[in-house]
């Protein structure tokens, strides 16, 4: 699925480039790929801002198969990540950026400059990194992006990408395949490629489940991963901050706007440092809204100081990316997107408020 990006089209004609690769492989292209990583090379993994099981998964799994093929690697995020996806294999060699490590800006940039190899996982721009895009820009190693969200930015030699993946721990796992290289997936890579597998499909619940998704499961198992310890780390592992955070929400942040068929919910700083919220203790409040009969439409919004971020979820037809890309500075799937606004909580809500009339025909069809 790797398909090379030699030209400097426009992202239109990329995205279309990119599509007619990935369902007409070229088996010149997955040799030079083949080659470029045959010999240890000094190798970069970067994910997302923020990152999640899929992002991080995929980062870790790719980076323990890299590995044990002889490269030096170096995984770096752009920020911390959740407590409860510590217990991945290779976790305790994860460059963080952090405000309260500014050190390790200066060790990613070292590691930049010197990578041989820069892969980006889970993100279709550099935007999406920070400081570390501008890093990667001007890097002059080789660059490969394998991804899943739509509108990828032209920046990587290598390309695998395709919204139709559910995540892109599945892509890492067939690219492997492809590579004739899956013998070399041990139990840590496959417990890692799995829980990117599991979240970003819901628990195999999201509408973005394919058969493919399920059979990459069955083998990932059958290579040593264990569904039942992966779920219990990310979905069953909670402090009690995060349960009381959770119940806060439901009873008291929680509005529904039937004419609508909308539900949002916003948190304040101080509503956050009251319930002692940690990296990652949103994570999954915003699906609540959905699960609540008629809503098409989720929103939650919260303070990071800096700005206001914002998940948005979405049942059928309804593209929150495209609401998040014209309101929102962001952007993602169809069903599942992120954005952020500067203005303030509340007039960051005014204005959801105040676009929903332009949605409401769509939020109403059957």
Same mark, same amino acid.
């Given at each position: 699925?790797?398909?090379?990006?030699?030209?400097?089209?426009?992202?239109?004609?990329?995205?279309?480039?990119?599509?007619?690769?990935?369902?007409?492989?070229?088996?010149?292209?997955?040799?030079?790929?083949?080659?470029?990583?045959?010999?240890?090379?000094?190798?970069?993994?970067?994910?997302?801002?923020?990152?999640?099981?899929?992002?991080?998964?995929?980062?870790?799994?790719?980076?323990?198969?890299?590995?044990?093929?002889?490269?030096?690697?170096?995984?770096?995020?752009?920020?911390?990540?959740?407590?409860?996806?510590?217990?991945?294999?290779?976790?305790?060699?994860?460059?963080?950026?952090?405000?309260?490590?500014?050190?390790?800006?200066?060790?990613?940039?070292?590691?930049?400059?010197?990578?041989?190899?820069?892969?980006?996982?889970?993100?279709?721009?550099?935007?999406?990194?920070?400081?570390?895009?501008?890093?990667?820009?001007?890097?002059?190693?080789?660059?490969?992006?394998?991804?899943?969200?739509?509108?990828?930015?032209?920046?990587?030699?290598?390309?695998?990408?395709?919204?139709?993946?559910?995540?892109?721990?599945?892509?890492?796992?067939?690219?492997?395949?492809?590579?004739?290289?899956? #013998?070399?997936?041990?139990?840590?890579?496959?417990?890692?490629?799995?829980?990117?597998?599991?979240?970003?499909?819901?628990?195999?619940?999201?509408?973005?489940?394919?058969?493919?998704?399920?059979?990459? #499961?069955?083998?990932?198992?059958?290579?040593?991963?264990?569904?039942?310890?992966?779920?219990?780390?990310?979905?069953?592992?909670?402090?009690?901050?995060?349960?009381?955070?959770?119940?806060?929400?439901?009873?008291?942040?929680?509005?529904?706007?039937?004419?609508?068929?909308?539900?949002?919910?916003?948190?304040?700083?101080?509503?956050?440092?009251?319930?002692?919220?940690?990296?990652?203790?949103?994570?999954?409040?915003?699906?609540?809204?959905?699960?609540?009969?008629?809503?098409?439409?989720?929103?939650?919004?919260?303070?990071?100081?800096?700005?206001?971020?914002?998940?948005?979820?979405?049942?059928?037809?309804?593209?929150?990316?495209?609401?998040?890309?014209?309101?929102?500075?962001?952007?993602?799937?169809?069903? #599942?997107?992120?954005?952020?606004?500067?203005?303030?909580?509340?007039?960051?809500?005014?204005?959801?408020?105040?676009?929903?009339?332009?949605?409401?025909?769509?939020?109403?069809?059957?």
């Amino acid at each position: 699925m790797i398909s090379p990006n030699g030209s400097q089209p426009c992202i239109s004609d990329y995205a279309l480039t990119i599509k007619i690769a990935i369902f007409a492989i070229s088996m010149e292209n997955l040799q030079a790929f083949k080659s470029l990583i045959s010999s240890p090379k000094r190798v970069v993994i970067v994910t997302h801002f923020k990152p999640d099981a899929d992002a991080l998964g995929s980062s870790l799994g790719l980076s323990g198969y890299l590995i044990k093929k002889g490269h030096d690697v170096s995984v770096i995020t752009p920020s911390n990540y959740p407590d409860f996806l510590a217990w991945m294999p290779g976790n305790e060699a994860v460059l963080a950026l952090s405000n309260d490590k500014p050190e390790n800006e200066q060790k990613a940039e070292q590691l930049v400059d010197d990578a041989e190899i820069v892969f980006c996982l889970d993100f279709s721009s550099l935007s999406r990194i920070n400081s570390l895009g501008e890093m990667i820009r001007k890097s002059g190693a080789v660059k490969v992006l394998i991804d899943h969200h739509l509108e990828p930015e032209n920046f990587a030699q290598f390309v695998q990408w395709t919204t139709a993946s559910a995540s892109t721990a599945g892509l890492i796992f067939e690219l492997i395949e492809e590579l004739g290289e899956k #013998a070399m997936i041990d139990q840590n890579i496959a417990n890692c490629l799995y829980a990117g597998l599991m979240t970003d499909t819901g628990g195999f619940r999201h509408n973005n489940t394919r058969q493919k998704e399920f059979l990459i #499961a069955s083998e990932l198992v059958g290579l040593g991963a264990n569904p039942h310890e992966t779920a219990r780390q990310i979905y069953d592992t909670s402090t009690l901050e995060r349960l009381r955070l959770t119940g806060f929400v439901l009873s008291q942040k929680l509005v529904v706007l039937p004419e609508y068929n909308t539900a949002y919910m916003t948190l304040s700083q101080d509503e956050l440092k009251e319930y002692g919220a940690q990296t990652g203790d949103t994570e999954g409040l915003v699906n609540y809204g959905l699960s609540i009969k008629g809503v098409k439409l989720s929103v939650l919004m919260y303070d990071r100081k800096e700005e206001i971020k914002l998940s948005l979820r979405s049942l059928g037809d309804f593209s929150v990316n495209e609401m998040a890309r014209k309101y929102f500075e962001g952007g993602g799937h169809r069903n #599942a997107s992120g954005g952020s606004s500067k203005l303030s909580l509340e007039n960051t809500l005014n204005k959801l408020l105040e676009i929903l009339p332009e949605y409401k025909i769509q939020l109403n069809k059957e």
